[in-house]
């Protein structure tokens, strides 16, 4: 890889001031003195040294971010504010990517990383990876909307879902929830609600797999998972249908 990138992902600075650096002859590897940002550099077999310290490379970001509304889930977009604009540049230099996507008005829970495997694990429609939500609801939800996601209602394009798990927190012209579901198509939970005549007025991702939401981050906050977290994600297996 790019000495630059390696050394940005490693928490020297943008690429920008990873260049300057360079320039100033503060980088070696193996030894040498490298100024050109283009050289190709092997962490796993070359020592890079800054100022004579060694240089530990790590590959993978893991980010925990409560996603703000009015943000796009995407990594850029050319008019609209994305997850990954609001990113430190010492983390946007890792290339994180959101793990599946929450709508624009849609807050809470939203992992980011580089680390395509994982993702892939967790996004494969085979592995059934539970997602909770709390939403707000235009319209009294009961038990026989709690029955229907069980049994799996059919969306506006003709799709019948699998099982969601429905818990009525509050019930009345406005109704509060926290429904789990296991799939991830467009709009999901606010079109298993349309399927039942209803509206989602609010909504936020609570947990996806084990991993759980910190509520002490501010919506726009994020922060890096714990060894447990990431553990928990990495050894994720489905545990019982819903
Ligand atoms: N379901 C939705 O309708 N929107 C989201 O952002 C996530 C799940």
Redesign the pocket.
């Known amino acids: 890889m790019r000495i630059d990138k390696m050394l940005a992902n490693s928490g020297f600075g943008s690429r920008k001031e990873v260049k300057k650096m360079l320039k100033s002859g503060a980088v070696k590897v193996d030894g040498a003195v490298i100024k050109d940002a283009k050289f190709h550099v092997d962490p796993d077999s070359q020592q890079v040294t800054v100022q004579g310290m060694e240089v530990e490379y790590r590959e993978f970001i893991y980010l925990m971010m409560n996603k703000p509304p009015g943000i796009l889930?995407a990594t850029e977009d050319d008019r609209q504010e994305t997850v990954v604009d609001i990113l430190e540049d010492e983390d946007r230099a890792f290339e994180p990517f959101p793990v599946g996507?929450?709508?624009k008005?849609?807050e809470g829970l939203l992992l980011l990383t580089n680390d395509g495997q994982l993702s892939h694990k967790l996004l494969s429609p085979k592995k059934h990876v539970p997602?909770k939500?709390f939403a707000v609801i235009e319209g009294e939800v009961t038990e026989e909307d709690g029955k229907a996601f069980q049994r799996g209602v059919t969306l506006d394009d003709g799709y019948h879902t699998k099982p969601g798990h429905l818990t009525i927190l509050s019930s009345g012209p406005i109704s509060e929830i926290e429904l789990t579901?296991t799939e991830?198509?467009?709009?999901?939970?606010?079109?298993?609600f349309e399927a039942v005549g209803k509206k989602?007025t609010y909504?936020k991702?609570l947990t996806m797999a084990d991993l759980v939401l910190d509520e002490t981050l501010e919506l726009g906050e994020y922060r890096e998972l714990t060894e447990e977290e990431l553990e928990s994600l990495v050894n994720y297996e489905k545990k019982a249908e819903l």
């Open positions: 889930s996507r929450l709508d008005d849609t997602k939500y579901i991830g198509k467009f709009h999901q939970v606010k079109r298993m989602v909504l991702r």
